[in-house]
């Protein structure tokens, strides 16, 4: 399998990285960064590329030199930076955060899905998931606030799907999926863990594992649909 890992440098990203390298399976990984320096991993495998995933000149130069995919994970995202948390009221709404948390959690999927596509056309199973999050449910969302975390990736969430339709006819061995990992120890949860049941809050590690399970089950049939890390379907 040749696998391209994007936001390989994040909590999940690298965690998903080690658990593919144990995989005999994977003959070749490419995984990308964007900003923060990439660990050093001491696998002939493993290629890494600097690529801001929500500039399309930096996708599309990243799509040319890549070889034939068999799994896509896109494993970058943005919940709170500097100076924005998830918004709580809708007084606190800025709308640079919201266009800042859509070119981090739904441009890069769109983007990858453009100029991926001719690698994803062979006739073998491909996969092309990408880490949502259970709070851009629609269908699941009581407590409100996060306007811009849960705005952008309810629309990560409608694109996979639009994705998951077109595909159908286009790359039939390709199935598509929006992934939710659970809580997981990671700088993008560390502020808001201490609300987190206890044996809730899952290792990097824990989740990785879970989550590449989930996308080993994936097939033609249940291509465009929302999975929870534990292989449940999640409502849109
Ligand atoms: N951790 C959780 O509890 C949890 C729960 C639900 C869903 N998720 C989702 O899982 C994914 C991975 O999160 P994580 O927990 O591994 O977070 P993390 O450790 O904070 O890693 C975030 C990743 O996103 C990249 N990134 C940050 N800002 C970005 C931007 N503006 N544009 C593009 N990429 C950016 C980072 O790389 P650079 O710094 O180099 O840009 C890094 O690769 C995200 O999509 C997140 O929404 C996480």
């Not at 995989?23 to 995984?31: I, M, Q």
């Not at 918004?87 to 991926?116: C, G, Q, V, W, Y």
């Not at 001719?118 to 999050?133: E, G, M, N, T």
């Not at 952008?152 to 999926?177: D, G």
Request: charged share 20%; glycine share 8%.
């Amino acid at each position: 399998m040749n696998v391209l890992i994007v936001g390989g440098n994040g909590g999940i990203g690298r965690a998903l990285i080690e658990h593919l390298l144990a995989d005999e399976r994977v003959e070749r990984l490419d995984a990308t960064w964007r900003a923060s320096t990439p660990p050093k991993i001491d696998d002939p495998r493993v290629h890494w590329h600097q690529v801001d995933p929500g500039l399309e000149s930096s996708v599309a130069e990243l799509a040319a030199g890549l070889p034939p995919l068999h799994r896509v994970i896109v494993a970058g995202g943005l919940l709170h930076d500097a100076k924005h948390g998830p918004e709580k009221t809708i007084r606190r709404f800025d709308p640079d955060f919201f266009l800042d948390s859509l070119r981090a959690n739904t441009l890069p999927a769109l983007l990858l899905a453009k100029h991926l596509e001719p690698k994803l056309r062979h006739d073998q199973h491909s996969a092309f998931a990408v880490l949502s999050a259970r709070v851009g449910s629609i269908g699941e969302n009581h407590r409100g606030g996060w306007y811009s975390y849960r705005s952008s990736k309810a629309a990560l969430n409608m694109a996979l799907k639009t994705l998951a339709i077109e595909w159908r006819l286009r790359l039939p061995h390709c199935s598509v999926a929006a992934l939710h990992p659970g809580t997981v120890d990671t700088a993008l949860s560390a502020p808001f863990q201490s609300r987190v049941p206890e044996g809730k809050l899952f290792t990097p590690e824990y989740a990785a594992g879970k989550l590449l399970a989930v996308v080993d089950q994936l097939g033609p049939e249940n291509s465009g649909q929302f999975w929870s890390w534990d292989g449940t379907e999640l409502p849109w």
